[in-house]
């Protein structure tokens, strides 16, 4: 039985469908991500399983229980947003401890499990500090350390990192996912940034337009995007029309690639993704490969990004500073790596 499970879940605002028919099953103890643009849906579902928004059809059951219809204090949910709305007049150590409180646990158990929350959260010595005398990500951890005092069936995260410095940021993910597994809880987290979602999570379902596009865990997503969305959101910056030849060969205009076996028809026409990183330059030109002209170059440090001209249109390329560089207007050939190569679904 599913932790978590999301039954056909839909959602209108006026006459904005802004969840159709969703769907997913959450393990206990898994974390996952709920990854999309700006109005895509996955604040509003977030919201739909706290109990924070109605919804207008659909399921939602938590750990066996249909929770619909049942109001947000009785759901057994924790919350975790980007303010974290620590009481200004209470110790680190009162801030956790209220929801124990308003549940009437007594004083010696709460207090145990107060000092446990916060040494999870590696602030065991800091239950008399006030929150102003806190760094933000202090403030975060008090917050996090808050929400899973109290033991809940899932805790909810709405982009609770993204005010904080990408140091600070990337240190919490880490502590969290250290966190949510040390527990066993079951946790979904929102987020727009892609790399924070495949960091984070076991799995994570990509949405847009109310709709989940893929659900799988985070490499898979990465590396095997669905649809042609999911590719362009997870950074496959090279998507082309091209042409089955054979079970491993496409063609783009006028030259052939090799690629791993595909499974469409020779005839067929398809959309095909590749990575920048796994885009080769070589200086003239080389059979099999694709000619072009650099039209620009872009210097990130590890790497420069070069973006080629060719006559199918523009492909983009990472190369490592160690390997080449090369000049603008050069004329060069571009060639993809066939095991990276991805046909997308239409």
Do not use: W
Request: proline share 4%; aromatic share 4%; hydrophobic share 45%.
């Amino acid at each position: 039985m599913p932790a978590l499970d999301i039954q056909s879940v839909t959602k209108s605002y006026n006459k904005l469908r802004v969840l159709d028919r969703v769907s997913a099953q959450i393990d206990k103890g898994e974390l996952v991500t709920l990854l999309g643009p700006s109005g895509c849906g996955k604040t509003t579902l977030l919201r739909s399983i706290a109990g924070l928004a109605d919804i207008d059809e659909g399921r939602i059951v938590l750990e066996g229980r249909d929770v619909t219809k049942v109001p947000i204090h009785k759901r057994g949910i924790a919350m975790v947003f980007q303010s974290h709305a620590l009481f200004p007049h209470m110790s680190v150590a009162d801030n956790v401890a209220f929801g124990l409180k308003m549940q009437g646990v007594g004083k010696a158990e709460r207090e145990d499990r107060v000092k446990r929350a916060l040494s999870l959260v590696r602030l065991d010595a800091y239950l008399t500090r006030m929150p102003h005398e806190l760094s933000g990500g202090q403030q975060q951890r008090v917050a996090i350390a808050r929400a899973i005092v109290t033991n809940p069936t899932a805790l909810l995260l709405d982009e609770p990192f993204g005010a904080l410095d990408r140091k600070l940021r990337e240190t919490l993910q880490v502590e969290l996912r250290r966190l949510t597994k040390e527990l066993g809880i079951t946790a979904i987290f929102v987020t727009h940034d892609q790399e924070e979602a495949v960091v984070l999570s076991d799995r994570v379902a990509v949405m847009n337009a109310g709709v989940i596009q893929q659900i799988a865990p985070a490499v898979d997503v990465y590396e095997n995007p669905a649809n042609e969305f999911v590719a362009n959101f997870m950074g496959f910056q090279n998507i082309f029309d091209a042409k089955v030849r054979s079970a491993q060969e496409l063609a783009i205009g006028d030259t052939v690639i090799a690629t791993d076996k595909i499974d469409v028809a020779p005839g067929e026409g398809i959309r095909m993704a590749i990575r920048a990183e796994r885009v080769s330059i070589t200086a003239g030109h080389r059979e099999g490969a694709i000619p072009g002209q650099v039209s620009s170059s872009t210097y990130l440090g590890e790497q420069n990004a070069y973006v080629v001209d060719t006559a199918d249109g523009p492909v983009t390329a990472r190369i490592p500073t160690s390997v080449a560089r090369f000049s603008m207007g050069e004329a060069v050939s571009v060639s993809f790596d066939p095991a990276a190569v991805r046909v997308l679904a239409s």
